[in-house]
């Protein structure tokens, strides 16, 4: 018998999950939020609840609280507007989960991505949160926007995500959570005048008016504590011949312009074989969704915009006859062969830009399935784009506009069964769309 390959392990690691998810919170359970840090940690919504959820392994990342350390700070705050309510803790062998009821609305994240105005009670909406927390004694320690709800009519505000949050005396969780001095050193905090320093782009004055008494209180206190990055790039030490073919990829998405230009960031984060390769966004948290409504038995795939290759590995596992990615970056097609090489699967990529003058569409026919996420919106020429697009029968796509739009998009293109298979963490529909 052979050794057990890397996506054998992948999908061993996942079938556990859908196990523990399935008997525990039951198959209606919508995965919702992975840890950038580690898939061992996970957010799941079933109707009225929330459950955060954790397969209790080694974990690189610190954090200041475990879910049950969680439990008991949320225990201490159930009175308080603007915090989950009624947690509850369940422990059992190798799992662990916390639980509380659901909060409606969007992340703060979601509300700046889309360029909204955000009004300035929001804001103070926000720092009466914090203050009531820190009253009782607890610094949150983690204000982000991703950590922050805000209901549909902007009038209710809630800070989630508890699991950086310690115990100190009120004075000082003041100090920590608000101006972002006196937390321990070696501990990320953002706080809410980093986020003041997020949201309040448009109002230069109302945010140099506000950062007086900040200014002040800092000239006072020495020691302050500054948001760090995580040492998010030390990649497990193993002799196995395909993570260390995962490791050459991430090292060329890392320095692709084909991410983030500069920040050293590659697009998706995966967890496999009990390694951790970091990103901008969960594979895991896409994936789940996709693979259970799309079916690639049989198909050929063009992906476009593959970027590192991770749908035309997985695809083939799927039962993809054939996958085809095409990227601008000549780099990131070193990477995602990598990639295949690493999942052992024989896929094809080529160089093209999409407004490219030449005719690139002539290069490729005969796809069953297209996927374009996340491509249109850095196009300049998107009908010729979305007309290529609609030479196809079936097509997985993503767009950066409102519903409306995108449903307009796909519907001029021919397709005229449109189905919404996931709505993504940026608040991004993502489009199953074919023609009958």
């Known amino acids: ?62 954090r200041a609280q475990d879910l049950a350390g969680e439990y008991k700070l949320l225990s201490r705050l159930n009175d308080i507007e603007g915090v989950c309510k009624n947690p509850q803790f369940f422990q059992e062998d190798g799992w662990e989960l916390l639980s509380y009821e659901y909060t409606p609305g969007t992340s703060l994240e979601n509300i700046l991505n889309e360029k909204s105005l955000l009004k300035k009670e929001i804001l103070w909406k926000i720092l009466r949160v914090i203050i009531s927390v820190n009253r009782h004694g607890i610094a949150h320690r983690d204000i982000k926007p991703e950590n922050i709800i805000v209901s549909e009519n902007g009038k209710e505000v809630s800070l989630v995500d508890f699991d950086q949050a310690q115990e ?70 193993t002799d196995n011949p395909d993570i260390k073919t995962l490791q050459e990829a991430w090292e060329i998405g890392r320095s692709s312009p084909a991410n983030a230009p500069g920040l050293n960031l590659v697009y998706y984060s995966l967890d496999v074989a009990g390694c951790h390769f970091p990103g901008e966004r969960s594979w895991i948290l896409r994936w789940h969704e996709i693979s259970r409504k799309v079916d690639f038995r049989g198909k050929r795939v063009l992906e476009l915009g593959c970027n590192l290759g991770l749908f035309s590995a997985f695809a083939r596992h799927k039962g993809a006859r054939e996958c085809v990615g095409v990227d601008h970056d000549s780099a990131i097609l070193d990477g995602a062969r990598l990639v295949s090489k690493a999942f052992h699967v024989n896929n094809e990529f080529y160089q093209v830009d999409f407004d490219a003058d030449e005719l690139w569409e002539e290069k490729f026919r005969g796809f069953d399935l297209v996927i374009a996420l996340s491509v249109v919106n850095w196009l300049t020429n998107r009908e010729r784009f979305l007309a290529f697009l609609g030479k196809y029968h079936e097509v997985l796509y993503e767009g950066h506009e409102s519903l409306n739009i995108e449903f307009g998009r796909l519907r001029r293109a021919g397709f005229d069964r449109i189905e919404i298979i996931m709505v993504s963490e940026r608040n991004r529909a993502i489009f199953l769309a074919a023609k009958s």
């Open 1 to 62: 018998m052979g050794e057990t390959t890397i996506y054998e392990e992948y999908k061993k690691e996942n079938q556990e999950w859908d196990l523990f998810i399935n008997r525990i919170l039951g198959p209606q359970a919508q995965l919702i939020s992975v840890s950038p840090h580690t898939e061992n940690r996970r957010i799941y919504h079933m109707g009225e609840k929330i459950a955060k959820v954790r397969k209790v392994v080694k974990e690189t990342s610190v």
């Open 168 to 237: 100190m005396p009120p004075y000082r969780a003041v100090l920590v959570d608000i101006l972002g001095v006196g937390a321990p050193e070696h501990l990320t905090n953002f706080n809410f005048r980093w986020l003041l320093g997020k949201t309040l782009v448009s109002w230069s004055f109302c945010q140099e008016l506000v950062s007086i008494p900040f200014q002040i209180v800092r000239r006072l206190v020495r020691k302050e504590s500054i948001p760090r990055k995580s040492p998010m790039f030390e990649y497990c030490a």
